[in-house]
T-cell receptor
Framework: QQQVKQSPQSLIVQKGGISIINCAYE??????FPWYQQFPGKGPALLIA?????SEKKEGRFTISFNKSAKQFSLHIMDSQPGDSATYFC??????????????FGSGTQLTVLP | DADVTQTPRNRITKTGKRIMLECSQT?????MYWYRQDPGLGLRLIYY???????NKGEISDGYSVSRQAQAKFSLSLESAIPNQTALYFC?????????????FGDGTRLSIL
């Protein structure tokens, strides 16, 4: 079974700090790694995504770091704000015959940014 | 109006009852998905459909069935609900074209089975 392991389960950060969420995977066929953000009472929404041909992607305060050899990727939120408080899911998708390119999600991280 | 609409938003029912969760979308996407979310388990795929005539089982399809009534409508049924199907259910859509189209989620249905 394809798996994506996410940590930590919960994270509390002070306003202005850096939030870091980590994910690890086993399937080397994964070729697309998105992060989704979910606010209470809402569905997840795509935040940022990366392909394994680059080691880092930055969009505003959000950065994905990708380590292909270690099969790990992480989300960094710089200058964390109370409005960033949400649940974050990493995910991965494989590109091989029969995979139907479905997303496999991590277990989620509940981030709380204290004012 | 929301692009992906799920009804009902909340449902409480009893063991053994038949339940249908409905999803409609105005995004014009071909692909639709049903997920369930449980604390500590993330999102798990139940069924997905790439067009009206194409329906596929996901990771956890046992105990569930689906119907793709039209391009814009995809419903999930629990034929005989059991308590461990208590969860938050999400419908999602994505476009067919392009290699990494994002999935767009509805706001979920919270289902409690007593």
């Amino acid at each position: 079974q394809q798996q994506v392991k996410q940590s930590p389960q919960s994270l509390i950060v002070q306003k202005g700090g850096i939030s870091i969420i980590n994910c690890a995977y086993e399937n080397t066929a994964f070729d697309y790694f998105p992060w989704y953000q979910q606010f209470p009472g809402k569905g997840p929404a795509l935040l940022i995504a990366i392909r394994p041909d680059v080691s880092e992607k930055k969009e505003g305060r959000f950065t994905i770091s990708f380590n292909k050899s270690a099969k790990q990727f992480s989300l960094h939120i710089m200058d964390s704000q109370p409005g960033d408080s949400a649940t974050y899911f990493c995910a991965a998708r494989a590109d091989f015959r029969g995979s139907a390119r479905q997303l496999t999600f991590g277990s989620g991280t509940q981030l709380t940014v204290l004012p | 109006d929301a692009d992906v609409t799920q009804t009902p938003r909340n449902r409480i029912t009893k063991t053994g009852k038949r339940i249908m969760l409905e999803c409609s979308q105005t995004k014009g996407h071909d692909r639709m998905y049903w997920y369930r979310q449980d604390p500590g388990l993330g999102l798990r795929l139940i069924y997905y459909s790439f067009d009206v005539k194409d329906i596929n089982k996901g990771e956890i399809s046992d105990g569930y069935s689906v119907s793709r009534q039209a391009q814009a409508k995809f419903s999930l049924s629990l034929e005989s609900a059991i308590p461990n199907q208590t969860a938050l259910y999400f419908c999602a859509t994505s476009a067919r074209t392009g290699s990494n189209q994002p999935q767009h989620f509805g706001d979920g249905t919270r289902l409690s089975i007593l």
